[in-house]
């Protein structure tokens, strides 16, 4: 019998709708609902979900339904990621195609290019300054070599993440041209006024991103008379979600994105996208009814898509992203665990993994719903150390005089660090300090080279595979920035591009050094040895489907200063993570181990029996342990 595509079509998006109805009516609703407008908005709503779906190719709507069968797939051990710049990784996004072997030897099943979509001219923040959300940046490609890419990453089982930016568009995007000529309805797309006084109001409460170079919330263009809310750059300027045209365009282009075959949205910059007077202007409850409505439509049209909501926030703050709380199941089903990576950098430099036991333990809970961690070490960004007063304070030290130590100790001027990197703002108020560097210059190996010191060098490839351990392991899917895998070090020569001098986080935007992955076979050369122990710890980390994300992370104090553990609590036993944060030789008893719920003292990352003497596990500088 003849299938009747369009009726099973029309009754598969009805079901759609009716499952996430619930999750995106009340917060519209709530958002929009006093507005004189609300019914037509509700009505083009429909209408732009009804075309997404329409115009959602036959292999994605597949995917849609695959991945409805088995929505634990972004969880499963068997995920990796890996993040990479185009230009500086392949060239363009076709020369991206003879890459893929590579990434795929090395494990990867998840790739986020970063940003691609097309940005303004000159200096575009790396990209997240963008004027055409529909267009590749021409220097990349087309939409169909994008296209392409897509789909040559499904026909290998590798899902797609790309960025698009919530928060603001570049000045030179149509709506801002537009707006910038006097046009009233896309004025109200972004956050403009005729006086400084109610800028000068919120001023008082807000705080600056980028103080050095960019100062201030606003900017003032005299050629049309207004002030413009811009929390980053001048030229990226904040889009107005109070007006639901702003929902509605944003709608639409998520659908366009997922249809070119996307499989993650990384959404940009989210914490700001809703302005409160009195307030920081940051994580406001609007912006999580925002993401929850933007994630229920993604589900009702592209099913498949998933959403990874950037927040580089305190703990308490970063949970709801990923629905702890009021949206619990139906926010963001990845963001980035900034906190894991802050301490394990802060438990390097002290050698000491208490502040770590005691913020990851009391702050996370042990599993989410419907969610996970991004779980990462290093990204394109610098690393803000986000310490609260009061963590450190529970540990009877300083928040500020910790916050200090972190940056001073990883731009390398404290004295005896093993560190390299330099300082990335310095917010006058609080004088915090926020550092750049890659994982491998941060970690020692730069220095330790030019000193031509064997040992340091050793610490520093150790410290480097402790992290990439700590990732693959902690819960979540582990991200490999690029270069890392390979020991990548800091790039200065960015101090001579007259777009990126004032931005030392190009410090640590290196290029793909393809000279180095062709000379893997030198062993005994650190990228080597960290390019074949990251390719291993992604190998086992498949073969152990104990580390699924799903099941429970639990914190556990080791008792030992220098040695940070968790439990995963899978349904088959526990693995048990044992880190060294340190270079010296340390020990736990193996009957604290046992209690713990390991029984075999077989260690699922070395494939060996653990190491053990006299009733005590010996664990050697740096080591990582994934007891069972
Ligand atoms: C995000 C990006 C960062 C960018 C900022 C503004 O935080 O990760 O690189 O500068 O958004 O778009």
């Keep these: 019998m003849a299938r009747k595509p369009a009726a099973a079509d029309e009754a598969i998006f009805a079901l759609r709708l009716q499952r996430s109805a619930p ?7 709530a958002l929009y609902g006093h507005r004189p407008d609300y019914a037509a908005f509700c009505d083009r709503l429909l209408d732009t979900l ?17 991945r409805d069968l088995e929505p634990d797939w972004f969880q499963r051990s068997d995920m990796a990621g890996y993040v990479f710049y185009i230009d500086r990784f392949a060239g363009d996004l076709r020369s991206v195609l003879d890459r893929l072997d590579y990434l795929e030897d090395l494990g990867i099943r998840y790739v986020h290019l970063m940003p691609c979509l097309k940005p303004r001219p000159g200096d575009s923040d790396g990209g997240y300054s963008v004027m055409d959300y529909r267009a590749i940046n021409p220097a990349f490609g087309t939409m169909a070599d994008f296209e392409a890419l897509a789909a040559a990453l499904r026909a290998r089982g590798m899902a797609l993440c790309v960025d698009l930016v919530l928060n603001h568009t570049a000045k030179e995007h149509a709506w801002a041209k537009k707006a910038a000529k006097g046009d009233a309805a896309y004025q109200d797309y972004y956050l403009m006024f005729d006086t400084p006084d109610l800028p000068d109001q919120y001023e008082r409460t807000l705080v600056e991103v980028f103080p050095d170079n960019a100062p201030g919330n606003f900017t003032h ?25 702003v929902f509605l365009e944003i709608v639409d282009i998520m659908l366009f994105l997922a249809n070119r075959g996307v499989d993650v949205l990384r959404l940009d910059a989210v914490a700001f996208m809703w302005k409160r007077m009195g307030t920081r202007c940051q994580s406001e409850p609007e912006v999580h009814m925002i993401l929850q409505a933007l994630r229920a439509c993604s589900r009702i049209a592209t099913a498949a898509v998933l959403h990874l909501e950037e927040a580089i926030v305190a703990p308490a703050e970063m ?60 990204c394109h960004d610098d690393i803000g150390w986000a310490v609260t007063d009061e963590d450190a304070g529970a540990l009877g030290f300083s928040g500020p005089a910790h916050r200090a130590f972190l940056s001073d100790f990883y731009d390398g001027t404290y004295p005896g660090s093993f560190a390299r990197g330099a300082l990335f703002q310095m917010n006058p108020v609080t004088g915090d300090k926020r550092v750049s560097g890659t994982f491998a210059s941060l970690a020692g190996l730069e220095r330790a080279l030019a000193d031509g010191d064997r040992t340091g060098i050793d610490m520093a490839v150790q410290r480097i595979v402790l992290g990439h351990a700590l990732i693959a392991s902690f819960g979540g899917i582990p991200l490999i920035y690029m270069g890392d895998e390979i020991a990548l070090l800091n790039d200065y020569s960015y101090r001579n591009s007259p777009d990126h001098a004032h931005d030392s986080r190009w410090i640590h935007r290196p290029r793909m050094d393809w000279d180095a992955v062709a000379n893997l076979g030198d062993a005994r050369s650190p990228g080597a040895r960290v390019f074949a122990e990251t390719k291993r710890i992604l190998a086992r980390r498949r073969e152990t489907p104990g580390l699924h994300a799903g099941h429970p992370t639990r914190i556990v104090a080791t008792g030992v200063t220098g040695v940070f553990a968790f439990q995963r609590v899978a349904p088959t036993g526990v693995i048990l993570g044992l880190f060294n944060f340190t270079e010296g030789w340390l020990q736990v008893p193996e009957s604290w181990a046992r209690a713990q719920g390991v029984s075999r003292m077989m260690d699922a990352l070395s494939e060996y029996p653990v190491q053990s003497h006299a009733g005590q596990i010996v664990l050697p500088p740096y080591a990582r342990v994934w007891l069972t």
């Design 23 to 29: 999750d995106l009516w009340p917060m519209l609703d």
């Design 50 to 66: 009804r075309k997404g779906w329409a115009d959602r190719p036959d292999d994605l709507r597949l995917l849609d339904l695959k």
């Design 221 to 245: 263009y005299p050629d049309f008379g207004k002030w413009v809310w811009t929390t980053f750059n001048e030229h990226q300027w904040d889009l107005n979600w109070a007006n639901p045209q």
């Design 319 to 378: 949970l709801p992203y990923l629905g702890k709380g009021a949206h619990d199941g139906r926010e963001g089903n990845l963001a980035y665990h900034n906190s894991l990576m802050v301490q394990f950098w802060s438990a390097l430099a002290t050698r000491d993994t208490r502040l770590m036991t005691y913020v990851l333990g009391t702050h996370f809970p042990d599993r989410l719903t419907n969610a996970t961690y991004a779980t990462y070490i290093r």
